[in-house]
């Protein structure tokens, strides 16, 4: 009979390590086990704590437009989930889910991927998805409707939404496949899904082809705690999501996710890893839904606004900023400006998005099937005389 | 020119489109080494090396999931369940990304894999190895679902599909496997997906059917034309979904009279889908009404039960004489 010890190590926020031991005995009482077969940790990695205080040791050697560009990336990623927000809530816009909070988690990932990359995504990230090339303007077609928002960005290759809870992983690992077959140079997956997708047949699924298959693959669970209604700790008992890898012998790393260095220095290391034949990583970003679900949700029947007061000093933009200003390179009038900038970007997408004419609805038939059977031209036909039919009731 | 059994002719498609384009991999559980429990795969692994022969994980969802990610990178992935009845857990993958990558794209993104699977009892095999659930599959839109019914059509549809652009469900009628040999040819063949063939022509009836039927379907059928002295036609659906309604309304209307044999229950089936479309185009042509054989509206029932289920030779001759008689 197997046995295993798993033994976690867990930084606090006060910087001070403290070991925690759990131990799993396969067998009990009398047959409790005599010697331990294999012993696995997990780590936790912040660099950059709460206050913005930062730890010299494990700080990254970023260049400075770098870390600029990144917290532009995180201002760009928050203003506009406001700005969906207010859209939503004036009827501009379909259900939207805002990823405000975990900026850090989805755009400092995307930020380190290059044209070569592949995005396979859930449904919250949208400022990851920009960073990779997908425009506003689809976004705001995706959220009001309109399959033209998943069209492929030029030079990109991203895959449209997947709102399927963790079935994503899977279609990664099987890009990372073909990446690896085909010996494509320089090219690796990051696939995004949340705690809950942790649960899904899917994920495991993801996490043991990976691991056999030893693909160029970087699976990144935002861990945000909340699954629209379901706490993380009813989600898993598991001790951390990390640890979940160690069942499939893919690395795992918990990190603080509102921390924008411990993210990049993770994703950095998971993507060269992937890139040099090293397999799968599986990073758990430990981050917090500061809003509902989507905005169909209202979070106020199942959590605390303690609990979410209590993370808003964690917020991973004020972190960034603060740590900007200790290196002298930046200041509240650039902050300004950015701010500015950022929002007449948005602006000018959102006015581009209104002016746009409707679209036709019988393309829907030219894109089911790639070659067309004569019974959906029928079929087509047929809606297009009804919805004349329609058009001249209107009038009527 | 071979004489081959369906495993050979699946198996030479297999081999002509992995030969034809190294995009093509195969991939399932105990398909490489094993050769796959049919031995439908056999050869493969040696020859093209596990890098195009993928024994996987024994998870079905993976298998198809994984498939979806080659797919969308140009890859023709042709993944085997190895038994219908183990299949439903790829149902999310289907019907949430397989079926869909495409419209939700508006063609940007497409899933070109083919999933074989065998189907159907008759072998005396355990629970969950005997069902016909094609109707489950072509309910999906974006997704093409074909049963070939003889080793020469199975080779040039599995062919076909290999090349098709979209997702396609290949469902193999496993009782059929060895059940005969025929001659294939031995330059490459396809069929259209999509459509129909009129096996024989006549003027009196119409016996729609497809898959594993079909062999007591042309029996009950020649045993029918001297007995009863009818012209019959006989159609071989093929494909499942999209249906080839203009083969079906075009012999009906010559005919007035139809027989339909599916070995699926009845409820909510692809022999439903036929009679609404007759009614739909060709009701006023009908000289009696549409006669189904089906199997029944039942849990399939175990092995030593299963054939008392399935329609027989006898059930479809005399359907065919109760609606000539009509």
Redesign the interface.
């Known amino acids: 009979m197997a046995s295993a010890l798993i033994a976690y190590e867990k930084k606090s926020n006060k910087n001070k390590l403290k070991f925690d031991t759990v131990k799993f005995y396969f067998n009990k009482g009398q047959n409790m086990p005599k010697k331990i077969t294999n012993r696995f940790s997990v780590s936790y990695l912040q660099i950059l704590d709460e206050n913005g205080k930062v730890d010299k040791k494990l700080e990254p050697k970023i260049p400075d437009k770098d870390l600029i560009s990144m917290y532009r990336w995180m201002v760009m990623a928050r203003e506009f989930d406001e700005r969906m927000l207010k859209l939503q809530r004036q009827g501009r816009i379909g259900t939207f889910g805002p990823s405000i909070g975990q900026e850090a988690a989805h755009c400092i990932p995307a930020y380190l991927m290059n044209e070569k990359d592949w995005m ?1 995504g859930a449904f919250r990230e949208a400022g990851a998805r920009l960073i990779r090339g997908e425009t506003m303007e689809q976004a705001l077609h995706f959220y009001n409707g309109y ?2 928002g ?3 960005p030029e030079g990109s290759n991203i ?2 939404v ?1 709102i ?1 809870v963790g ?13 690896k ?2 010996k494509v140079k320089d090219a690796a ?1 990051v696939t995004f899904f949340g705690d809950g997708a942790t649960s899904e ?2 994920f495991h ?2 996490m ?2 990976a691991g ?1 298959w030893q693909v160029p693959v970087v699976l990144i669970c935002q861990n945000n705690q909340w699954a629209i209604s379901l706490p993380r700790h009813k989600q898993t008992r598991s001790a951390t999501i990390a640890q979940k890898g160690i069942a499939y012998d893919v690395p795992g790393i918990q990190v603080d996710g509102n921390d924008p260095l411990a993210m990049y220095v993770a994703s950095k290391e998971a993507l060269e890893r992937a890139k040099s034949g090293g397999g799968p990583t599986l990073i758990e970003a430990v981050t917090f839904r500061m809003m509902m679900h989507t905005t169909a949700d209202d979070p106020t029947k199942y959590r605390t606004d303690e609990e979410v007061e209590g993370w808003r000093p964690k917020d991973p933009l004020i972190r960034m900023k603060t740590y900007l200003i200790n290196k002298n390179i930046w200041s509240d009038t650039k902050e300004e400006e950015m701010r500015a900038e950022v929002k007449k970007e948005i602006d000018e997408a959102v006015k581009n998005f209104e002016a746009n004419p409707s679209f036709d609805s019988a ?2 038939f ?6 067309k ?4 031209e029928e079929e087509r036909t047929e809606f297009l005389a009804e919805r004349a039919k329609e058009a001249e009731n209107v009038k009527a | 020119m071979s004489k081959l059994n369906m495993v050979q002719a699946i198996n030479l498609a297999l081999q002509e489109k992995m030969k034809d384009d190294d995009g093509v991999v195969v991939l399932g559980e105990d398909v490489g080494v094993d050769e796959g429990v049919f031995r439908v795969t056999a050869g493969l692994l040696e020859k093209y090396g596990e890098e195009r022969v993928i024994d996987t994980p024994l998870a079905e969802s993976g298998i198809i999931g994984t498939s979806i990610g080659m797919a969308l990178t140009g890859m023709k992935p042709v993944c085997e369940m190895q038994f219908s009845g183990f299949s439903y857990l790829i149902m999310h993958q289907l019907e949430g990304h397989a079926s869909r990558m495409r419209q939700r794209s508006l063609g940007a993104w497409s899933v070109p894999l083919v999933v074989r699977m065998p189907y159907g009892g008759g072998i005396r095999a355990l629970e969950h190895h005997s069902e016909s659930r094609e109707t489950f599959y072509a309910h999906i839109p974006g997704i093409k679902t074909v049963i070939p019914s003889s080793p020469r059509n199975a080779r040039a549809l599995l062919v076909s599909a290999i090349e098709d652009p979209d997702p396609v469900i290949f469902m193999e009628p496993k009782r059929s496997y060895r059940a005969f040999r025929e001659d294939v040819p031995d330059k490459i063949e396809r069929m259209e997906l999509g459509k129909a063939q009129i096996v024989q022509e006549g003027n009196d009836i119409t016996v729609i059917s497809w898959g594993a039927m079909m062999r007591p379907v042309i029996k009950a059928i020649e045993e029918s034309q001297k007995e009863f002295n009818a012209s019959i036609e006989l159609i071989d659906i093929l494909t499942v979904s999209p249906l080839d309604e203009k083969a079906i309304i075009d012999s009906v209307m010559k005919t007035g009279r139809v027989v339909i044999v599916q070995e699926a229950p009845k409820n909510v089936s692809i022999s439903s889908e036929i009679v609404a479309r007759i009614n739909d185009k060709a009701l006023l042509y009908l000289e009696a009404p549409v006669k189904r054989v089906t199997n029944y509206d039942v849990v399939t029932p175990y092995f030593s039960r299963e054939l008392d289920f399935i329609p027989s030779q006898g059930r479809i001759k005399r359907a065919i004489k109760e609606t000539l008689d009509f």
Request: net charge negative; glycine share 8%.
């Open positions: 396979v399959e033209e998943n069209a492929k895959l449209p997947s399927i079935a994503q992983a899977l279609h990664a690992v099987g890009i990372g496949y073909s990446l077959y085909r997956v047949g899917d699924e993801a043991n082809f056999v393309l829907v030219d894109h089911t099937y790639g070659n059977h004569y019974t959906f």
